[in-house]
Structures are given as C-alpha cells and as structure tokens.
C-alpha cells in the first residue's frame, strides 16, 4: 500500500513539474513576439552564449576530430578499410559529434551560467524588483537568453564540425600518411547538404533546451546558495540527459526520413 | 488608500496570513512589526502583488491588486527591499533609472542620467556614484542607492521593506530621516516593514502589530511603548514570556 502511495506521489510531483515546464516554455513563446524588446539584452546574451563559448567548443572539436580520425584509422586497418577516415570523420561529426558534444559542452558552460545568474537575482530579490519596476522578469531574463541560445548553437555546431574535421584532416596528413588532397577531395565527395543540414537543426533544439534548463531551473530555484547550486546542477543534468534524448529521436527522424 | 481584507495565505499547509484585516490612510506613514516569520513580507509581497492570497482582498485606491495582475498598480508604488536587490550588472544611474530605460516611460539616457544624479543627491550621495557598480558600494550606500530607485517615479505609495536592517545604528538614523524627509516632501502613502522599534518611532505616524498572521494591535506610534496590550508589551520589550513564541 505504502508503495503505491509512494508511486502516486512521485507521479503526481512528476505530473506537476510537467505542467510548470509546459507553463513556463508557453510563457516565454508568448513574450517571443509582444513588445517591449530588451535589444541590448539580447545583444549581451548572444555574445556570452555565442561568442564566449567559442574557445572551448573550438578546442573539444579539434581534439574530438582529431582522436576520431586515429580510431576510424585502427578500425578500419582491420578490415583494409583506412581509406575511409576523412568520410567517417566529416560524417561523424557534421551527424553526431558536432552537434552531440557542441550540445553538451555549451550546456555545461551555459545551463549553468543561466540558472546561477537568475537563481542569485531570484534569492536576493531582484527578480521582485524587477516586477516592482514594471518590468516582465520572463521578458527580460529568459526571451533573450532562449533566443541567443537557440540561434547561436547552430552557428557553433556548423564552426565546430568545421574544426573536428580540420582536426581529423591535421592528423590524417601529419599522422597518418594521407596527402592533403586525397583528404580534402574524399571529404568533399563523401559529405553531403543533409549530413550538415541534420546537425544544424539539431543545434535549434539543443539550444532552446539549454536555454530553457537554465532559465526554469534558475527561475524555480529555492532559497539561499544551496537552493541555487541545486538550481545550477539541476540544470546542467536536466540539458545533457534531454540533449541526449532529443538527439535520439531528431536522429530517428532524420534517419526515416 | 490601502485596503486589506480578511487576507489568509497558507504555504505547505501552514497558515502565516490568518484573517488579516488592516487600514492605510492616504499620505499616512504606517508600520507593521512583528516578529521574524509573523508574516510581514508574506503580507508585503501580498500588497505588491508577486502573490496571491488564498482568501481576502487587497485594494489599493480602487484597484484589487489580489484579483489584477500586478503591472496595474506598480507603476504608482515604489519598492525598498530588504537586501537593496539592486541589479549587480547595471551601474547605479542604470539601477535608479531602470523604469525609464527598459520599461514603459522611456526617457533618453541623457535625461535618465540626469534623473539618477537629482536622485542620489536626494538621498545623499554625490554624482561619481552614478558610474559605480552596486559590488562597489557599502551596505548603506546601497541602501541608499536602492531608495533612490523606489523614488524616481515619484510614487504615491513606498512600501519600504526592513529598512535598516543591517546597518550600523549611525547609518539606521540617516537611512530613518530620510525616509521621513522623503515621505513628507512626497506626500506619498508609506507602509513600513521592521522589526527595528526606534525606526517605527522616527517614520511612522501609525503602527500595527503583526503576529501568528493575525494584527494583534493597532495604534499610534507614540503610544507604542506605553501600550498594555500584551503582545505589544512583550515586542517593545523583548520579553522571553508572553504571548508570542519564538519561533
């Protein structure tokens, strides 16, 4: 009895949560297109989700590109099938790599940053404040963020995918004996629009989850600095799993389509 | 002319608001003490309208702030948080000036700048704070920053939330008339949330005693120490024994 009571419970908070996201993701759609537009806000988001995140997505692709290429090169040494590192290399990361690890990388850095960021203005006050002064907290924290993140990723994945494979094509010709051209030219036949097109609009659905992780859990956090490091590993924890799901099923699609 | 109405408000199951029924006259100076945890700024964010009471009404003029959204009433009230909560990425011009910059009233930002600098030295400060980041300033001087932001509109209603919380008793005093001062010249409704007895005594013509979620007593500031009510005998005097638990 007492694990049914227990199920229902955890059922009912599950349901709940739900409802607040839901709630949540229909209010900032329905702050997207009214006025006011908070441009500088806007501005100010783009350049630390897009531009701040650069570096680091810059370097885990290289490394990842990289790394790919010395394992597609054992792999496919087993079966004589080395010829095929720059096709499964640019593949592999304009599909699945890129956008994966993009995804998770600005994640880390950006879901968090967001939660803490409103978790600290929720606990001290300023989310009130920002009521008090007439001013829609949704509006001005949560639309700018969501629409920098959401615009910013594919345009990180598609330099990110450019960089795992400049990775992989750095240790093909220094590492692996191929010439410059037969890489470049294997890439170029083997790569097609979809392979690329897929992982950019993957980047459109990463983004708007981190962003969201970020802003909901920031704006639900509770009291004090453990309420928003709850907030802060919440929302890092809730984009990657989510990433991840959404990846399988956006992969699905692609993949019967 | 602020109406509360037989307010309830339950969290997790636990009354803090019990049939709250209290009167603000317009261009009075009102406080309400109580205890940590009686209930004030549940009551406070109740009149604001960042929540809604379970029971009971809220009017301020003609406008029920617990039935409308909250945007209809904010533009004539200014608001003193507790901890200032002036906003760590703007400079203290942008924090003073925020409701001109980024909501309705748009001004320019020469004006608003001009605006902020008539308003910090209003509240005392000089015009090199304006650039300052709220990170840089003392705890008063963010008090002082953060009553200059409640101002700017000039408000017909403050709601000033423990102003002095925190501050030495020199700065609590300075903080105090300028509240008085600012009240007065304004002819603003003020309604004062402190637990700080020589506060009430220097702002407010009216005080209120809030405990259990229920207004215990009701008076003038100037007979507060001279009050037999027990609850109110107990607070003035920081009795252990009485009516009021601490909790």
């Known amino acids: ?257 | 002319m602020i109406k509360i109405n037989n307010v309830h408000k339950a969290f997790s199951g636990q009354n803090v608001l019990d049939g709250v029924d209290m009167l603000v006259q317009e261009g009075s100076s009102t406080a309400i003490i109580g205890t940590s945890g009686a209930g004030k700024s549940v009551l406070l964010k109740i009149l604001l309208g960042l929540i809604r009471p379970d029971i009971g009404e809220v009017s301020i003029g003609n406008i029920k702030v617990s039935k409308d959204k909250p945007g209809r009433t904010l533009s004539e009230i200014g608001m003193l948080f507790q901890g200032s909560a002036l906003f760590d990425s703007l400079p203290v011009w942008q924090n003073i000036c925020f409701k001109f910059l980024k909501g309705r009233e748009k001004l320019s930002i020469q004006d608003a700048k001009e605006i902020a600098i008539q308003k910090l030295e209003k509240v005392g400060l000089n015009h090199e704070v304006a650039n300052k980041y709220p990170s840089d300033l003392s705890g008063g001087m963010k008090k002082r920053v953060a009553l200059a932001r409640a101002i700017v509109g000039n408000p017909k209603i403050i709601f000033f939330d423990e102003p002095t919380t925190g501050l030495d008793p020199i700065m609590t005093n300075t903080i105090n008339n300028l509240i008085r001062e600012i009240v007065e010249t304004m002819e603003a409704t003020a309604l004062t949330i402190t637990h700080d007895i020589s506060s009430v005594e220097q702002i407010a013509d009216n005080v209120a005693l809030l405990e259990s979620g229920r207004i215990r007593w009701e008076g003038k500031s100037k007979k507060l120490r001279d009050s037999k009510n027990p609850y109110v005998y107990q607070f003035v005097n920081g009795k252990t024994k009485g009516p009021i638990t601490a909790i």
């Open chain 1, 1 to 257: 009895m007492r694990i049914l009571q227990n199920l229902g419970k955890s059922a009912n908070i599950f349901l709940q949560k739900i409802g607040r996201v839901t709630k949540f993701i229909i209010s900032i759609f329905s702050n997207l297109f009214t006025p006011p537009t908070y441009g500088g806000e806007i501005l100010k988001a783009f350049f630390q989700i897009g531009w701040m995140s650069l570096p680091v997505l810059g370097l885990t692709a290289l490394f990842t590109g990289g790394a790919l290429a010395l394992q597609i090169y054992a792999g496919g040494s087993r079966f004589n099938a080395e010829q095929v590192v720059p096709a499964i290399v640019a593949i592999g990361m304009a599909r699945e790599l890129g956008p994966v690890l993009g995804g998770l990388i600005v994640a880390a850095r950006v879901a968090s940053s967001i939660a803490a960021e409103i978790g600290t203005m929720k606990v001290t006050e300023q989310v009130d404040a920002l009521i008090t002064l007439s001013t829609d907290p949704i509006k001005y924290l949560a639309v700018p963020r969501v629409l920098a993140a959401t615009l910013s990723l594919p345009v990180l994945i598609a330099i990110g995918d450019s960089i795992g494979i400049l990775g992989g094509y750095l240790v093909g010709i220094n590492r692996l004996d191929f010439s410059s051209s037969t890489y470049l030219a294997s890439t170029a036949s083997m790569l097609q629009i979809s392979d690329i097109s897929s992982g950019l609009v993957k980047g459109v659905f990463f983004g708007f989850i981190i962003s969201l992780s970020g802003c909901y859990c920031g704006f639900h956090s509770s009291n004090g600095a453990e309420g928003v490091g709850k907030a802060t590993k919440s929302a890092v924890v809730a984009a990657c799993v989510c990433i991840l799901a959404a990846n399988y099923i956006l992969t699905e699609v692609f993949f019967n389509s």
